[in-house]
């Protein structure tokens, strides 16, 4: 999955040259440490136990599709849990925008695996039923797996060489929230705290958002947290999950969320948060309710939250051709 | 923007404590392996742990009550470095800290105990108390709970230059001027699920020593602990360039990957090269490196003594790189194999020392210290 993803994004660009890699994963090659500890515990054949042990660390991936494209730069692969993707994209933002770095290829990747499957039904966060993000009878989240990498420049070398610029990243608010390994503090304050950073990084107010693609996981924890945080800061901007459509696919998710996120502003469009019915008593969401709908989108903001309190925040702008000045990096 | 070192702290096989630890390794002590194993009858597997009694005296804090010894390693290693900066930076304000965790193979006892229980009793024995614990960022969690920390924190997954990678992260950070210091924390724990892979992958050797820059290489010893760094904008010791790390894809092709990250760092005044040498194919890759770029450095492992911690070693070097500059001292290198390999020359006090980590899965970085 990393390498098709990878290979989408560099056949679009063939002079992006990247500096460094920052990838985010939740269990990396965990499904290759399954099969080891299986055939050890079961002593089944054990000839490919090399094979599956080499690939088990969480990097692995992400440097053999960094490998099969000939690609040796710096390669740091961020675990924080579900934020991972979002804290990746962010993470290469303040690279550039620190002006320490140009070009760097960035995102997320995860695949489903036993452990976390049955992990995550453990905590009983994952449902047999129909992901209803932010729907009071949601009943929690679908797993999913997936890759999306991201080729990020600083605006002024794109532009130099004229290179297709699809969006710009603005902002980037990360948080750390204390009150439990796995579950939010009620109050939204993480969410809350990340959105704001993304905001005070981007240099802009709550006002000027015009989409939220929500972590929306359809957990009772998640959604109530941050419907209120969205709520409480922001005045009825749309607001969707699209984890009802592509499930959750952990360290991957904040990167393809990115990326819906970047084709709802190229296309003028909200995407739908399917499966609503209503919303919870007393929060004041504007829930893009089960249909895509047009609208002028110039500037979104995409939210990852993960276990062990960690929140992410992106802010993605609309690419208006103009004179370069500080800030604004072109994905 | 200059980078120090304000603090530093380390949970080792050979005990807790900057000092200590460091007194130990200039006696020319090693750690005494303990042998683990799945059950009676099962491989055994020698290694290095942590003395039981060395965290003893860490805070009742709610969630060290059910965590595994990886993140009761890093809580000792971060308060203990976090303390020794308070005498270079000052009180240090949680809310202006960034946290970044360095990890390889992460809770791999709890992982293993989760699995274990699924493989063999299905699905519906799967413990909610043990999984989250074997989320790689829930070391990092329990201790930015500890502390306070309400901002970034990142936990950065890797082979032994992870921590090397922690360290450059770091300094990216660092030119947010919001942030007054970062807290880098690298931590490992050890069992024999571990072990075996090691030996499967065939880079466990079977029985201590480790020995450095043995040809052919032997093998390494696994260990366990954690080694912690605040870096800031004063401190004792300066953090000249960390350079941002580079991958091989062959083992064979890790002295070619060495060799341009050794060049770049050195200068006239780095006589010390603190390596990664555990007695794998690395301390030959390391060798062919050292000697086409810095011939005539002093070079010493501490791994032969403490072990092979993989998530924590590199900050253990970094840590042994600035002990050796503040005190001008330098442990004896152990179990050296041959007179004429990197670790033969004689240690003079210097104001410049390269630390260099090859990983054991395809990543180099390394950084240069002064005073």
């Given amino acids: 999955m990393m390498i098709r993803a990878l290979d989408e994004a560099l056949s679009q660009d063939g002079q992006f040259r990247p500096e460094m890699a920052v990838i985010g994963t939740t269990s990396g090659g965990m499904s290759f440490g399954e099969n080891y500890y299986r055939a050890l515990d079961q002593h089944h054949d054990l000839r490919h136990t090399p094979r599956w042990i080499a690939n088990y660390p969480p990097q692995k991936p992400a440097l053999d599709a960094l490998e099969a494209f000939g690609v040796s730069v710096p390669c740091h692969v961020i675990a924080n849990a579900c934020a991972s993707g979002t804290n990746a994209l962010g993470h290469a933002f303040d690279c550039i925008r620190s002006g320490k770095y140009q070009r760097v290829l960035t995102g997320g990747y995860d695949t489903l695996c036993q452990l976390v499957f049955v992990g995550f039904d453990s905590l009983q966060a994952s449902t047999p039923e129909k992901c209803r993000p932010f729907d009071r009878d949601r009943t929690g989240m679908v797993l999913a797996e997936g890759a999306a990498i991201f080729a990020l420049e600083n605006l002024e070398s794109a532009q130099a060489r004229g290179a297709n610029i699809l969006a710009e990243v603005i902002g980037y608010g990360i948080s750390t929230d204390n009150h439990h390994l796995t579950q939010p503090n009620p109050s939204g304050i993480g969410p809350r705290q990340a959105m704001m950073d993304a905001l005070q990084s981007a240099g802009i107010s709550g006002t000027q958002v015009d989409y939220i693609n929500a972590h929306g996981t359809a957990t009772v924890f998640n959604d109530a947290a941050e419907g209120k945080a969205i709520a409480e800061l922001f005045d009825r901007v749309p607001v969707s999950s699209t984890k009802a459509m592509m499930g959750h696919s952990?360290?991957?998710?904040?990167?393809?969320?990115?990326?819906?996120?970047?084709?709802?502003?190229?296309?003028?469009?909200?995407?739908?948060?399917?499966?609503?019915?209503?919303?919870?008593?007393?929060?004041?969401?504007?829930?893009?309710?089960?249909?895509?709908?047009?609208?002028?989108?110039?500037?979104?903001?995409?939210?990852?939250?993960?276990?062990?309190?960690?929140?992410?925040?992106?802010?993605?702008?609309?690419?208006?051709?103009?004179?370069?000045?500080?800030?604004?990096?072109?994905? | 923007?200059?980078?120090?070192?304000?603090?530093?702290?380390?949970?080792?096989?050979?005990?807790?404590?900057?000092?200590?630890?460091?007194?130990?390794?200039?006696?020319?002590?090693?750690?005494?392996?303990?042998?683990?194993?799945?059950?009676?009858?099962?491989?055994?597997?020698?290694?290095?742990?942590?003395?039981?009694?060395?965290?003893?005296?860490?805070?009742?804090?709610?969630?060290?009550?059910?965590?595994?010894?990886?993140?009761?390693?890093?809580?000792?290693?971060?308060?203990?470095?976090?303390?020794?900066?308070?005498?270079?930076?000052?009180?240090?304000?949680?809310?202006?800290?960034?946290?970044?965790?360095?990890?390889?193979?992460?809770?791999?006892?709890?992982?293993?105990?989760?699995?274990?229980?699924?493989?063999?009793?299905?699905?519906?024995?799967?413990?909610?108390?043990?999984?989250?614990?074997?989320?790689?960022?829930?070391?990092?969690?329990?201790?930015?709970?500890?502390?306070?920390?309400?901002?970034?924190?990142?936990?950065?997954?890797?082979?032994?230059?992870?921590?090397?990678?922690?360290?450059?992260?770091?300094?990216?950070?660092?030119?947010?001027?919001?942030?007054?210091?970062?807290?880098?924390?690298?931590?490992?724990?050890?069992?024999?699920?571990?072990?075996?892979?090691?030996?499967?992958?065939?880079?466990?050797?079977?029985?201590?020593?480790?020995?450095?820059f043995r040809a052919p290489p032997k093998g390494t010893v696994l260990s366990e602990g954690a080694g912690a760094v605040v870096l800031g904008r004063k401190g004792p010791v300066a953090v000249d360039q960390i350079h941002g790390g580079t991958n091989f894809w062959r083992r064979n092709q890790a002295a070619a990957a060495i060799v341009p990250v050794l060049s770049n760092l050195t200068d006239a005044r780095a006589k010390l090269l603190i390596s990664s040498a555990n007695g794998t194919f690395v301390d030959l890759a390391e060798m062919v490196a050292i000697h086409e770029t810095i011939p005539d450095a002093c070079v010493y492992s501490c791994k032969p003594a403490l072990g092979e911690s993989v998530g924590a070693s590199a900050l253990?070097?970094?840590?042994?790189?600035?002990?050796?500059?503040?005190?001008?001292?330098?442990?004896?290198?152990?179990?050296?194999?041959?007179?004429?390999?990197?670790?033969?020359?004689?240690?003079?006090?210097?104001?410049?020392?390269?630390?260099?980590?090859?990983?054991?899965?395809?990543?180099?970085a390394g950084l240069r210290l002064s005073i």
Avoid at chain 2, 135 to 142: D, K, L, P, Q, R
Wanted: charged letters at 20%.
């Fill in chain 2, 316 to 364: 253990w070097q970094v840590i042994v790189a600035g002990q050796s500059l503040l005190s001008g001292k330098q442990p004896p290198l152990l179990h050296l194999a041959t007179k004429d390999s990197p670790g033969s020359a004689e240690f003079e006090p210097t104001q410049s020392a390269l630390v260099l980590s090859c990983g054991m899965n395809q990543q180099v």
């Fill in chain 1, 250 to 331: 952990l360290g991957a998710a904040g990167a393809i969320e990115a990326i819906i996120s970047l084709l709802a502003i190229q296309h003028q469009f909200l995407p739908a948060n399917i499966n609503f019915r209503a919303g919870d008593e007393g929060v004041n969401l504007n829930i893009v309710a089960n249909e895509p709908r047009s609208a002028a989108i110039d500037i979104v903001l995409s939210n990852s939250f993960g276990f062990g309190g960690t929140n992410a925040s992106i802010l993605l702008q609309r690419f208006h051709q103009r004179p370069v000045c500080d800030g604004p990096i072109a994905a």
């Fill in chain 2, 1 to 212: 923007m200059s980078l120090h070192i304000a603090g530093m702290g380390w949970v080792t096989p050979l005990g807790r404590g900057l000092e200590k630890v460091w007194d130990r390794l200039l006696r020319g002590e090693e750690a005494a392996a303990q042998k683990v194993s799945r059950g009676a009858g099962e491989p055994q597997y020698p290694t290095f742990l942590v003395p039981k009694d060395e965290l003893g005296d860490l805070p009742p804090h709610p969630r060290l009550r059910r965590a595994s010894p990886i993140s009761r390693f890093a809580a000792a290693a971060g308060l203990d470095a976090l303390e020794t900066a308070r005498s270079a930076i000052g009180e240090i304000d949680a809310t202006r800290i960034a946290l970044i965790f360095a990890i390889s193979n992460g809770g791999v006892i709890y992982t293993a105990r989760f699995y274990g229980e699924v493989v063999k009793s299905g699905a519906q024995s799967a413990s909610p108390l043990l999984f989250p614990e074997t989320v790689f960022n829930a070391s990092a969690s329990h201790l930015a709970a500890i502390l306070g920390i309400t901002g970034a924190s990142y936990t950065l997954v890797g082979d032994g230059a992870v921590g090397m990678l922690a360290l450059k992260m770091a300094e990216n950070l660092m030119t947010d001027e919001r942030l007054d210091c970062c807290l880098i924390v690298g931590a490992e724990e050890v069992d024999w699920l571990l072990c075996d892979a090691y030996r499967r992958w065939r880079l466990l050797k079977s029985r201590p020593p480790i020995e450095p």
